[in-house]
């Protein structure tokens, strides 16, 4: 997909609208298709760094409004073919990128959180995921608030970073 730059900003643009609408917390019981479209989009353009930056900041930010939902197993339809190493290779494939190793942690966080499935997936990952995570703690992530991140996600998924 990548170096088409008409659809690559189309991909962007309509990722950072739809990331918007999100984060002003207007969802509605289509969140699983929001979160298996996103999760599409992240694994066709996974090398567009301004799109995975998008893609993972959506990504966390649906699963965290999920994971504040009281029926979000019995009404959401959430996706559970989700393959979530797909984090892993994101935060591997941009180390430089601060923004995107924050985004990546609370997405762990959030899917952790919002799906008991999905926190399985995730803890079966542990042994790639979790250097990923120490990375971003102590290299990656420069923000000294958002260094929290990664322990955060960590917690989520009940694993020490230590």
Not at 94 to 112: K, N, R, W
Not at 120 to 131: I, M, Y
Not at 138 to 146: A, C, K, Q
Request: charged fraction near 25%.
């Amino acid at each position: 997909n990548g170096g088409n730059d008409e659809w690559t900003d189309a991909t962007e643009s309509s990722l950072d609208a739809l990331f918007r609408i999100v984060k002003q917390g207007k969802t509605n019981d289509k969140m699983g298709v929001m979160i298996q479209t996103v999760y599409n989009a992240l694994q066709a353009w996974q090398e567009e760094e301004a799109i995975v930056e998008v893609a993972v900041a959506c990504w966390g930010t649906l699963a965290h409004q999920v994971a504040t939902r009281d029926d979000k197993d019995e009404s959401l339809d959430l996706p559970s073919s989700l393959d979530l190493s797909l984090l892993v290779t994101i935060m591997e494939s941009f180390p430089d990128e601060s923004t995107i190793q924050e985004q990546a942690c609370l997405a762990v966080e959030g899917l952790a959180l919002a799906h008991t499935p999905w926190k399985t997936a995730l803890q079966a990952l542990e042994s790639t995921l979790k250097p990923q995570l120490q990375a971003a703690q102590n290299e990656r992530i420069s923000n000294e608030r958002n260094k929290a991140y990664p322990g955060r996600a960590a917690q989520a998924l009940d694993i020490s970073l230590s």
